[in-house]
């Protein structure tokens, strides 16, 4: 079973549209979540951290279910910029002062491509 | 903005050569990051470092890797006998506390002929 997955896509949806990305991950001690953005041949870049809670940051929301370990992107009056592939990110660090491996794993990203 | 600079941009090597691929990460964080993209592929992991030492590692992290701190500021990958399937865009990344993000340098892409 893989680590971190997500539908690949490519999710071709016009300017304006509202596009929801899925992701979930299999190792339940994770303990924190990312959504990073990579466009093609770049480095991934940081979009946002995904809290317990729930965050939106503009036109972008991020939800987590610990209990279904499952986290989601919502991205309202999508832009032609948001073309991009949409990478989740799980740190399955252990707890701070446990002697436990640091690592963040990556989803297989989403593919968004927004058209006038 | 603070950001992690990596260098080469590209490196073109004969099968079987050593590489040593050059990162400075942002200067106060202490969680150190390699990563690996095959062209089509996903990110994938290869080593973290900190504490001056390796703190996980994947299974494409064998023998041939090796990672080094030298001066405090560097953060090197040393690939010692390229092979072709070593063709890739490698990534270094910092992070300034185990459970935050990490952020990536541009990247160095390594091409195996």
């Known amino acids: 079973r893989k680590e971190v997955e997500q539908d690949p896509g490519p999710f071709n949806v016009p300017e304006g549209a509202t596009v929801a990305f899925n992701c979930t991950y299999s190792n339940s001690a994770s303990q924190s979540f990312f959504w990073y953005r990579q466009d093609c041949r770049k480095e991934p870049k940081l979009l946002m951290s995904v809290y317990s809670s729930g965050n939106e940051d503009g036109r972008f929301t991020a939800q987590l279910n610990r209990a279904s370990q499952y986290i989601s992107l919502l991205i309202r009056d999508s832009k032609l910029s948001d073309s991009a592939t949409y990478l989740c990110v799980v740190n399955t660090g252990g707890p701070a002062g446990e002697d436990a491996g640091n690592m963040l794993t990556f989803g297989g990203g989403t593919r968004l491509m927004v058209k006038p | ?113």
Not at chain 2, 14 to 27: K, T, Y
Not at chain 2, 34 to 58: A, M
Request: with cysteine.
């Open chain 2, 1 to 113: 903005e603070p950001e992690v600079t990596q260098t080469p941009s590209h490196q073109v090597t004969q099968m079987g050569q050593e590489v040593i691929l050059r990162c400075v990460p942002i200067s106060n964080h202490l969680y150190f990051y390699w990563y690996r993209q095959i062209l089509g592929q996903k990110v994938e992991f290869l080593v973290s470092f900190y504490n001056n030492e390796i703190s996980e590692k994947s299974e494409i992290f064998d023998d041939q890797f090796s990672v080094e701190r030298p001066d405090g500021s560097n953060f090197t990958l040393k690939i010692r006998s390229t092979k072709l399937e070593d063709s890739a865009m490698y990534f270094c990344a910092s992070g300034g506390d185990r459970q935050t993000e990490a952020f990536f340098g541009q990247g160095t892409r390594l091409t195996v002929v």
